[in-house]
């Protein structure tokens, strides 16, 4: 596969993220929806709900996770790279490359590995959130957890593919300490796109 190949498959394998960053805005909404209807039942109406505080934290973790890709794509986690980035750009690639493949894959491919299986059990054991009065079933929520985590891995495995081409070709690709180029990110997500 030639690079420019490799880097067409690398932007289509990105929309997961950017799509399921897309979902994490939405959620951000229905969180403050929850929380704007609790205000106001609690305090005007004298009437808090059982579900608006369950709820929140449902969103909140899951979209905290459902974002994490998305993040990784556009390099906004927070990074403290004032060593790495006067390094060689290539000698970054590396440094990086060697982070994301022997830290962080193995660290979040065996999170997300157990996070499915524990979404699968609670689904089929039908397992409840006991620490709500509501006491909703919790798979929908192991769920949304699992499939952040295997988003944000299958991010790492593109920004890790991506730093291999620029120990190969640095000019190619954004260097790690540079939000990615204009032609690295899909239109939708670009300035004024």
Known sequence: MTESRLQAVLRRLD????ALGHVAMAMILLLIG??????????FFNAPSMWAITTSYMFNGTLFLIGAAFTLRLNQH????????RLPVRLQHAV????????????LSSTAWFAVGK????YVRGTLETMSAWEPVIWPFLTGISIGLASFVLQILIEAAR??????????VSAPSERPGQA??????????
Do not use: C, Q
Request: aromatic residues 10%; proline residues 7%.
């Open 163 to 172: 730093h291999g081409i620029g120990i190969y070709d640095p000019r190619s």
């Open 15 to 18: 929309m997961i993220g950017t």
């Open 34 to 43: 929850a929380m704007i209807y609790e205000v106001i039942a609690r305090k």
């Open 78 to 85: 927070v990074r403290i790279d004032f060593l790495s980035s």
């Open 184 to 193: 690295d990110v899909a239109p939708d997500l670009r300035p004024g796109g």
């Open 119 to 122: 979404a699968w059990k609670a």
């Open 96 to 107: 990086n490359l060697l982070f994301y493949v022997l830290i962080l894959l193995p660290a």
